[in-house]
């Protein structure tokens, strides 16, 4: 296990530092950031000392070094457009953006895996083609129209909530359910293939031959070996999520992370975008491990193949 967990804890660190290396890459070479901050009208004596003052002076491999070194020690530079440290702009947002993922997510759990269990259990059935039927069309409308949609409908025609977010419940319910239908459908057809590879297993037939309720074999031995297969996809959708957030926000005007990372790319804030990418890719890598853990746990198969 201590094998196991070390590899995949290095390639976690490889990748986030491949992240680092591009996101310093990508910023200086995307156009000049003190001509983008100061504006094309600028003075040239300003434009001048605003590159000195934040090393763009200094040649292009040397600048894309200094950062990409400052960046694996943890100093992330000091927002431009803030005047504070790009760190702390970006966790000031942290809080509001999980106040919409972790209930999209919950909800994509709570109606997804319900949703693909019950068409499984009934398959072939009218309730399975509806279920799927809804799924193919969630998994295939992108976030942006779900969310335009939702406007239109409670915003525009009804008028019961709020076109734009705001940190209360009624402003966070188009945003939570424009994330959340989507994968909703994903999980669902996922959780489906799963139930259908376990429902005839020969413990599953013996279960029932025993005399056990179908509710107590779906509880029993169904679910908790079909959720198993479940767990990658659960990680990479947690990293949907939060990748959804920067359409989300930015159509809800959510002042969240992915809002931030509109607003610093298009201002060239070359400390606040390769924070953002950087904290992303650790949150993401360190999920990927976690998941991998849970897996060779419910499976020691995993650690016996040295995968």
Known sequence: ?????????LRAVLTVLAVALFAAIAMRVSGDPAVIALGPTAPAEAIAAYRVQHGLDQPLV???????????????????????SALQVVSQRVPLTLLLAIPALLIKV????????????RQNS?????????SVIGIAIPNFVIGLGLVLIFAINLGVLPSSGQPNLPGMIMPV????????????????S????????????????????????IRRHILPNATAAMF??????????????????TLFSWPGIGSLLVTAVANRDIYVVPCILVLSSVVMTLTNVGVDVLQALRDPRILQRGR
């Open 1 to 9: 296990m201590i094998r196991f967990v070390a590899i995949r804890l």
């Open 62 to 84: 040397v600048q894309i070094f200094v950062q990409f070194t400052a960046l694996l020690s943890g100093d992330f530079g000091i927002s431009p457009l803030n005047g504070r």
């Open 126 to 134: 009218l309730l399975d083609r509806l279920v799927m039927s809804a």
């Open 177 to 192: 359910l424009t994330l959340a239908l989507a994968g909703i459908g994903t999980l669902a057809r996922f959780t489906r």
């Open 110 to 121: 709570l109606v997804g895996i319900p949703a693909g269990t019950i068409a499984a259990i």
């Open 194 to 217: 799963s139930v259908l590879g376990v429902i005839n297993q020969p413990h599953v037939r013996t279960a029932y031959a025993k005399g056990l309720t179908e509710r107590q074999v």
């Open 232 to 249: 990658p996809v659960l990680g990479l959708m947690l990293g949907s999520v939060l990748a959804g957030t920067v359409v989300v926000e």
